[in-house]
């Protein structure tokens, strides 16, 4: 029976002494709870990322655990190293939580919970440009805009490669507007702008616009306000020289049909010498006269009323 007693004791000692030195450990905050990060919150589907599970204690030979959820992923033993897990992100149930447990004998800590969020890269920004001219100076009005990516998104306008404006933040789905004053005296130069989001290494760049400078007597502006009226007075005197013209055709048309009444009386006067027919038309003029006795053949006489016709 003491012999039993006596084993059971010896094989005690290890994890009494085990337990000493955790709980030693504790008070004396040598063993605190372990580290987790990663270079970025932020990720795509299907992009690979790493999770670095690390002790300030530098010492002690620690076994790192990296839990998602209640599913343990793997286990590493570092000393003085943090320990490395490399992820897939494919959905949403792989942005966490996660959490790392370092472990020293019976001894263990876990870190805080760790989640990545999903972000939609920019697309390629595009760059308007409004331009007011005067005799001596350009009024340039820069707008930039993507119209896909994960908000909030940052804007930059550069000239040529020098930045031109500091960082201009938006949160709704709107251009970033940049003004600036050019001398009309120079070269014209070449604008672009970066659009960008909480996704690292990802900034995507618009299209180089040139704006061309114009000397100073000249207005640009004025022309895109002259134009209109310009075309509407083409316009006009195109109308008038085609009704100037179908006019007389028109006319001649009319004149060409003779009145119906006109045409009841038409003697014919022939040339002897030509022998040529011209026709005249004329109008009869009708009336009333008083009847006549007319002497009638084989002495029968009859009343009648006659009309005188005069030309």
């Not at 709980?23 to 372990?34: D, I, V």
């Not at 790192?64 to 992923?73: D, I, P, Q, S």
């Not at 949160?171 to 120079?186: I, M």
């Not at 009226?229 to 006319?251: E, Q, R, S, T």
């Amino acid at each position: 029976m003491w012999k039993k007693s006596l084993l059971m004791f010896l094989f005690s000692l290890p994890v009494q002494k085990a337990a000493l030195d955790c709980e030693r450990m504790r008070k004396t905050n040598e063993f605190s709870s372990p580290n987790l990060e990663s270079k970025t919150h932020e990720v795509m589907r299907g992009q690979n990322v790493s999770l670095f599970c690390s002790h300030k204690n530098n010492s002690l030979e620690i076994t790192y655990n990296l839990f998602l959820g209640g599913k343990n992923l793997g286990c590493h033993d570092r000393k003085g190293e943090p320990a490395t897990f490399n992820l897939t992100i494919l959905e949403a149930r792989d942005l966490g939580p996660y959490k790392c447990k370092a472990q020293v004998s019976n001894c263990s800590k876990y870190s805080y919970e760790f989640n990545f969020t999903f972000v939609d890269p920019v697309a390629a920004p595009v760059l308007n440009i409004s331009v007011i001219q005067t005799k001596t100076d350009q009024y340039i009005m820069l707008h930039c805009i993507s119209f896909n990516g994960s908000l909030p998104i940052n804007y930059t306008f550069f000239e040529e490669n020098i930045t031109i404006s500091p960082t201009i933040s938006k949160d709704v789905r709107e251009p970033a507007e940049f003004n600036l004053t050019k001398s009309n005296t120079g070269e014209g130069k070449e604008y672009r702008c970066e659009a960008k989001n909480r996704l690292p290494n990802h900034a995507k760049y618009s299209q180089f616009v040139t704006i061309p400078l114009i000397g100073g007597d000249s207005c640009p502006f004025c022309l895109q306000l002259l134009l209109p009226g310009l075309l509407l007075l083409v316009l006009i005197v195109i109308i008038l020289v085609l009704a100037f013209w179908m006019l007389p055709k028109y006319k001649a048309n009319e004149e060409s049909v003779p009145d119906s009444e006109s045409r009841q009386c038409v003697p014919i006067a022939q040339d002897e010498t030509e022998g040529s027919q011209e026709i005249h038309y004329a109008t009869p003029a009708f009336q009333a006269v008083a009847p006549r006795d007319w002497e009638a053949s084989n002495d029968y006489k009859t009343d009648y009323v006659y009309t005188e016709l005069n030309f």
